[in-house]
């Protein structure tokens, strides 16, 4: 693998939500790495995906990408900075490509209703977890925001995700909460205050 990609996968180690698309182009690949909670795949598919796998003459890559929002730099530096601002990097060789696909959010976001803040952000989380994961990765851009998706409940199979600073949050911590979910055994659950109850009720 080519060693700036496998620098972000281990930066980005335990992002569930961190996807790696490997192109075969000529003798060597193509790399197409992204935060699927921030980014349109339907203008990754459409505008990066399609025109670099349907290149025969194998051109320069930068006339594949939408010019106006796409920019090349060699600074491993600031692959953080744009994988986490809504960016698909794209890694050929040596060069790293940085193009825009943010996603437009689903639902507008309104104020939450069971804490409201006088002062605070007026967004609240709502039915979708990759949207809600975006809010959150949109306020804290940093490869430390780790996310570790999980599934409970026999017939509903929600999704989940627990979400930590792992230079801040205890490892033992998060280890003691996803161990506590794994232990749940319910046919379903439909909202937060349940899993809480849950999550109480194992740990007694």
């Known amino acids: 693998m080519n060693k700036i990609v496998e620098s972000i996968k281990n930066e980005f180690k335990d992002c ?5 698309n490997k192109i075969n182009h000529g003798t060597d690949f193509i790399y197409v790495i992204y ?6 795949s339907t203008q990754i598919n459409d505008f990066i995906l399609k025109k670099l796998t349907n290149d025969p003459k194998r051109k320069n890559i ?3 990408l939408p010019a106006p929002n796409t920019k090349k730099f060699k600074s491993r530096d600031l692959v953080e900075f744009y994988i986490t601002h809504g960016y698909t990097i794209i890694v050929y060789n040596d060069d790293i490509y940085a193009c825009e696909t943010k996603a437009e959010l689903i639902r507008s976001i309104g104020a939450p209703t069971t804490e409201p803040s006088l002062y605070g952000p007026k967004d609240a989380f709502v039915e979708n977890i990759q949207q809600n994961l975006g809010l959150i990765k949109r306020r804290l851009s940093t490869s430390h925001l780790k996310n570790k998706n999980f599934n ?9 995700s627990i979400v930590y600073i792992d230079n801040i949050a205890k490892k033992s911590l998060v280890n003691k909460v996803n161990n506590l979910l794994k ?17 109480e009720n194992e740990n007694k």
Not at 35 to 40: F, G, I, N, Y
Not at 152 to 160: A, C
Not at 183 to 199: F, P, R, V
Request: aromatic fraction near 0%.
């Open 62 to 64: 930068l006339n594949l």
């Open 152 to 160: 409970i409940g026999r017939v509903t199979n929600t999704i989940g």
């Open 35 to 40: 935060l699927e909670t921030l980014c349109s």
């Open 183 to 199: 232990k749940i055994d319910i046919e379903g659950i439909l909202d937060a205050g349940a899993l809480k109850k849950l999550i």
């Open 16 to 20: 569930s939500d961190l996807i790696i």
